[in-house]
């Protein structure tokens, strides 16, 4: 199956043969949100999620826009704080006070009093909110400060590819910042456990395999792993011998197939 998604190994670039790509190439960021934007939203144009809100019920209350930010975490009260700070007075400021009584609640109660407190009008105010400029240059800007820019710096510090930084950029943002075995830097922590990564000698597919891998067992534990679920995009890819993510790049994540022919145009 991976052959036939992704393509076959003796179809890919011979990477060794030529310098390796520089990670910090918007491109490769490019990419990586391209490949999360699948997982989270269903689509590669990651530039339309703005304005997405819905309970999932998946235990965190509303999640919404580019990464999924949830009532229930705090990292949407985060998000609002920032438009805010842009934009005082926009359609989401009042109800921070309903976000900052959410994230003092014990966990468990937090999706109920997110109803609670914000319905009914928090999801269409939100949605009007998302053709605001600046609403969606504080998800970006929230988006990179808080899950791309600490995966970037990690990758860099183990040394790994476009593909190595897709898989940080797509666990930092569904298993959130920290270092508990739960989070992005307790995965990462746990693989180079089991693997060494470039950086110390290891072997990259190897070590980003056993990322995939500790990710995979954190989903398990919380009841959201699906069989082929966002893991199959790395894997898949992994599988291809793909490590610098070029075209053309083909995946599939819950079942649906998706193609990037040529680089993208950073955005």
Excluded at 26 to 55: C, H, M, R
Excluded at 92 to 118: D, G, N, T, V, W
Aim: hydrophobic fraction near 35%; glycine fraction near 10%; include cysteine.
């Amino acid at each position: 199956m991976f052959e036939r998604l992704w393509g076959r190994k003796d179809q890919q670039v011979n990477t060794e043969t030529q310098s390796r790509a520089d990670i910090a190439n918007p491109v490769y960021k490019e990419i990586a949100l391209q490949l999360t934007s699948t997982a989270e939203n269903s689509t590669p144009d990651w530039t339309t999620s703005f304005g997405y809100i819905e309970d999932i019920d998946d235990g965190r209350g509303y999640t919404g826009g580019l990464v999924g930010w949830c009532s229930g975490t705090g990292d949407m009260l985060e998000l609002v704080r920032a438009y805010e700070s842009a934009a005082p007075g926009n359609p989401l400021a009042r109800y921070l006070p309903q976000l900052e009584q959410i994230m003092e609640a014990p966990y468990k109660e937090r999706p109920a009093l997110s109803h609670r407190l914000l319905d009914p009008g928090f999801t269409a105010d939100w949605k009007r909110a998302a053709s605001d400029p600046a609403f969606q240059l504080a998800q970006q800007a929230e988006r990179d400060r808080v899950y791309w820019q600490p995966a970037f710096e990690e990758a860099v510090r183990d040394g790994v590819g476009p593909l190595g930084l897709a898989i940080y950029y797509d666990v930092s943002v569904n298993h959130g910042p920290g270092d508990d075995d739960e989070s992005f830097g307790g995965i990462l922590a746990a693989a180079r456990k089991a693997e060494r990564p470039p950086a110390q000698g290891g072997d990259e597919s190897k070590y980003l395999a056993a990322v995939v891998k500790d990710r995979v067992k954190i989903l398990k534990a919380w009841g959201d792993y699906q069989k082929h679920g966002r893991q199959d995009i790395h894997n898949g890819l992994l599988e291809a011998g793909n490590l610098d993510l070029r075209p053309p790049i083909r995946w599939s994540v819950y079942d649906d197939p998706y193609e990037l022919g040529s680089y993208p145009q950073a955005r």
